[in-house]
């Protein structure tokens, strides 16, 4: 075994640690600054929580607080059932077409969220479904679906056809099979999915931007409505919030879905 | 006997067939109301001459490709969009591939796994918060100015803020984990023993990176910068908050024409056009990518 010359690892260690700094001091920065009384953002931070009690009374911002909340848990219960059953019949059956149905999950993820989530307005608005909440869960479900079949897929890889062979064979109906023997062992993967989607759901923008009727939106949009016409460090702490909140749901999905690293 | 054998192969199949139909119909009859006939309707309008809404009269017309053809100014965002794209998935490979290289090949066990993680739980959170952070850090008298000229007394102003490299930057971070990400999927695939192969038959420290390590990553190179690439070409919220008045690109042209000036069919126009150019260059790099795998 030929050892590297310990100087090489350790500058390595340390550009390691100067992209893991450039990933976060942003965040950081901007979450101290939503502690800071400042109104002009001064230097050095003069720590209060004045801009946690003014989000408190923004009745805009916590609307639309609940109104994201409220569109991720709706996304999160259509794509993680309708992407489930879409899987289970990827895994189960083979049948002509299969490839490019599963090619067709891509796009939604491929193309630019500019224009699909332009091409969502135009037709939505065409066909009289129009704009607002319902119409950014018509997309958001879209956007969704396509991690859902995936993380869904790569939990029933390791589930044994032959379970479900034995609880037929026992007289089970194919619907009892699935639901008493299939979902309960690939449990862990349908609750990754589900948090995946609601991630998704939370923290899109560009497709809820467009999508969204005037008055009625959700969080992201509000943020970045309120950038645009000047803003004050209480959207710090909206932000400081809403990337909290997604932050902490991805480290539960860590912990039911490994990323691609093996152990 | 043998007919009802064949009969009921038949039936399981058409069994068969409506259990995959009940399956997977609800998802993509989704996916075809949400994606596939929004796109298609976007590529009628593209050739309309109006909205056809109400009693607007709308023929059809090749206009709104003409437009972009006639006029120089969108040539030039599409131009300045495509370079932003190359030059944002440039430096994210120049930064991110060391990092890759570093975690798959130097670090191991539980710390792996823990930097692996803080490595895409950005990439996961919220784009458009990440983008604001930005607004922080480079805006006059900010943390990165007050950082500066305490390090460097008498620096001054740098005047980041508004400008094209603030418009790379954001971009940059918002889109490195992408590329670290795939780069470090196909660096972790490559054996250990191959390098050390090559080292003690003799090669060089950049003969093993050039001729070995980095034709056998080129997959997840080219996976990561199309990843990259694509999006950057269609962004318009990261430069409308950290570009300002430089930060007009063809993605905010697009937006324009949906949010301020409604000419839906020149939008959807332009945004095919993109799409058309992007696929171009993808096809491009097709040939690259077979003779990679």
Known sequence: MTRRPRGLVRIGRLYMAGVLLFLYVPIFVMAAMSFNASRLYRLPIDWSVTWYVAL????????????????????????????????????????PGKRVMQLLLFPPI??????????????????????GLHAIVLGH????????????????????PNLEDAARSLGATPWQATR?????????????????AFAVSFDQFVISYFLSAPGVTTLPVEIYTAIRKGFTPEINAASTIVIAVSMTLLMVVARFY?????? | MRLTAQAGRVKRGRDRLAAVAALTGPAYLWLALTVFLPLSAMFYFSFLSDVPFGKRVAELTLE???????ESFYRTLMLRSFRLGAEVTFYCFLFGFPCAYVLAK?????????LFLLIILPFWSNALVRVFSWTMVLRGNGVLETFVNWLVPGVGSLNLMFTYPAIVLGLVHSYIPYMILTCYLSLEAIDDSLIEAARSLGARRHAVLWRLVLPLSFPGILAGAILIFVPVVGSFMEPRILG??????????????????????????????MLGFVLLILLFVAPLARRAA
């Open chain 1, 180 to 196: 008493r023997v299939t979902l309960p062992s690939i449990a862990p993967g349908l609750v990754a999915a589900g948090l995946f």
């Open chain 1, 141 to 160: 479900v879209a956007l969704a679906l396509p991690y859902v079949v995936v993380v869904v897929s790569a939990r029933l890889r390791s589930f044994d």
């Open chain 1, 258 to 263: 490994r990323f691609g690293g093996e152990r």
């Open chain 2, 106 to 114: 130097t670090i191991k066990g539980r710390w792996r796994e823990a």
């Open chain 2, 244 to 273: 300002g008045r430089a930060g007009t690109f063809i993605g905010t042209i697009i937006e324009d024409q949906f949010t301020a000036v409604f000419n839906w069919p020149l939008g959807a126009a332009l945004s095919f056009l």
């Open chain 1, 56 to 95: 408190a009374g923004n009745e805009k911002l916590i609307d639309a607080a609940l109104n994201s909340v409220w569109v991720a848990l709706v996304t999160t219960v259509l794509a993680t059932v309708l992407g489930t059953a879409a899987a289970l019949a990827f895994f189960r059956y083979s049948f």
């Open chain 2, 64 to 70: 709104n490709y003409a437009a972009f053809f006639q």
């Open chain 1, 110 to 131: 491929a193309i630019p969220w500019l224009i699909i989530g332009t091409a969502m307005l135009v037709f939505f608005f065409w066909i009289g479904v129009g704009r």
